[in-house]
């Protein structure tokens, strides 16, 4: 099972990315697909989230209205498009999976399988 990360990097406050996660090894459809971010000296957080039936999404609420989760199951990827970012929403930003996911285990990261390698976000002010 391997999650690619990538799409990180530096922008301005105020800016936007759009971050990819593409899955391999793993029946997509299947997955409930998550975003988790690490600031330096914090512990990982919860940002995001999107069921593997894709119906519903989650965030946290420091990025409501600003991050979009989206999944297109055909190419096995997940995004997170990122809007009016701001200088603490610099980390390394984590894709995650897991399978058949209960909603009310989504925002706990033991709860998820796999995990890709992180993709460093820095916003500057």
């Known amino acids: 099972v391997q999650l690619q990360a990538s799409g990180g990097g530096l922008v301005q406050a105020g800016g936007s990315l759009r971050l990819s996660c593409a899955a391999s090894?793993?029946?997509?459809?299947?997955?409930?697909m998550g975003w988790f971010r690490q600031a330096p000296g914090k512990e990982r957080e919860f940002v995001a989230a999107?069921?593997?039936?894709?119906?519903?999404?989650y965030y946290t609420d420091s990025v409501k209205g600003r991050f979009t989760i989206s999944r297109d199951n055909a190419k096995n990827t997940v995004y997170l498009q990122m809007n009016s970012l701001k200088p603490e929403d610099t980390a390394v930003y984590y894709c995650?999976?897991?399978?058949?996911?209960?909603?009310?285990?989504?925002?706990?990261?033991?709860?998820?399988?796999?995990w890709g390698q992180g993709t460093q976000v820095t916003v500057s002010s």
């Open positions: 995650a999976a897991k399978r058949w996911m209960i909603v009310s285990a989504t925002y706990d990261s033991d709860n998820y399988d796999y």
């Open positions: 090894g793993i029946t997509f459809r299947e997955y409930t």
């Open positions: 999107i069921r593997y039936s894709g119906g519903s999404t």
